[in-house]
């Protein structure tokens, strides 16, 4: 296993970078992740609300955790991961962010070229007519949220079960295809297809540095992997 220092010069001497984010990078702005400690809400977890079968059964119940979300998030701001992250893309000719939270925390710390996977919780989207809207009212006036045509608004993200943004996916895939180095920040890499971006990029010659406080299910194969907080590593490791 690779040293931070030897990280550190892959990634200097890199022009194409891609990073990959999970809820580990907003965990030290006090965004709770999925897995793990401080996941639950009432009695429900997580990965059983996330779903379009949560959102059918009781859409009211799945509405109140994602506006207990966006109140949380409102009240959130980026730690010194998201501006690290920012700050290299300033630095390299090709850059790209792609990103499995919805919490808009790399868009609010600079990143620009940011691709959302799993969507934006800031995003309404009608499931009846399907058009979207950005709405950042915390909490909002009605649960569940209507359209203007009457319809039932359902969040604009990604529930587990439900097909990625396919211009998005093939736009990562590009990015990871062509990275010199990928860096996988906070994430258990576990949820596919967001998880194969890394093995992707591996295969097509990149180095992968892994962030991490614990050990995943990446990290015997990453080239480097860091153990510790974002917030600590990636200041650090971007200078
Ligand atoms: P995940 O599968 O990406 O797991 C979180 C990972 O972060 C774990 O491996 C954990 O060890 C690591 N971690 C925790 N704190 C860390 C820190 N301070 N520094 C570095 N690593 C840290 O995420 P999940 O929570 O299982 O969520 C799965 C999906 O749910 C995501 O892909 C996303 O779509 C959604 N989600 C988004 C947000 C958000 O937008 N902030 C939060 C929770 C979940
Ligand atoms: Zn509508």
Same mark, same amino acid.
């Given at each position: 296993m690779e040293s931070l220092q030897q990280a550190r010069e892959w990634l200097e001497a890199a022009s194409a970078v891609v990073a990959l984010t999970g809820a580990g990078v907003s965990a030290e702005s006090g965004i709770p992740t999925f897995r793990g400690s401080g996941g639950l809400w009432r009695q429900y977890r997580p990965e059983d609300l996330a779903t379009p079968e949560a959102f059918a059964r009781d859409p009211k119940v799945l509405w109140e955790w994602y506006d207990w979300r966006r109140g949380l998030i409102a009240k959130a701001a980026p730690n010194a991961g998201h501006y690290s992250l920012a700050g290299l893309e300033k630095r390299k000719s090709s850059f790209v962010l792609v990103t499995q939270n919805v919490d808009g925390l790399h868009d609010r710390a600079g990143?620009?070229?940011? %691709?959302? %996977?799993?969507?934006?919780?800031w995003h309404l989207r009608c499931t009846t007519c399907g058009v979207e809207h950005r709405d950042e009212r915390t909490p909002l006036p009605e649960l569940p949220p209507r359209c203007d045509c009457g319809g039932m608004l359902r969040p604009g993200v990604v529930w587990f079960g439900e097909a990625l943004p396919m211009n998005v996916w093939n736009d990562a895939e590009r990015a990871a295809r062509s990275a010199d180095v990928c860096l996988v920040v906070g994430t258990s890499s576990v949820v596919y297809p967001a998880a194969g971006l890394t093995p992707l990029a591996k295969r097509a010659g990149a180095r992968v540095i892994e962030v991490n406080l614990e050990e995943t299910a990446f990290s015997a194969q990453a080239d480097c992997s860091l153990r510790g907080k974002a917030g600590e590593i990636l200041p650090e490791l971007i200078r």
């Open positions: 990143s620009r070229n940011v %691709l959302k %996977l799993h969507g934006d919780i």
